[in-house]
């Protein structure tokens, strides 16, 4: 598989992750917005209030909250949330054998934690395939693996 399309824009960085998904829009749609399901992928994060102007909520670790705002949202089709000073976008496109999931984040600042970031989302969107095949992934094992690629990644682009 490979690495996240990645552009610098003007100030902004973007990068652009395609799945395709042997699942319907539905299915993949539940991974996403239902708390239990979304706990198997990314245990951190939790829907608070879907819908636009509503929130996502971040789970800090220490007892604390980070409530991220829903800045897009259509059933089935976008989730698009603040991710702090950056945005994370992801889109549902369905198609004849299941859909297309897209995730786009924008950066506004370039980091040592953004190939982290990067990393992360790529192993997240892994396991969201691979939990909706019924097949487990050993996401430390992954995230080593790509972790790398994204540091080179980035590089090339500052």
Known sequence: MV???????????????ERHLNHSVEEAWS???????????????QVGDLREGGFMQFDMGNGTFEKLEITEFGKFSVLEFAWWEDSVRFELHPLADGCDLILVEKINNITDHTPKDLAGWHVCLDVIGALLDGRAIDRTEEWKKWYERYVQAIKRIK
């Open 3 to 17: 690495i996240a399309h990645i552009k610098q824009t003007g100030e902004t960085c973007i990068a652009r992750f």
């Open 31 to 45: 991974w996403l917005t239902e708390n239990e399901k979304l706990a198997q992928w990314f245990p951190e994060l």
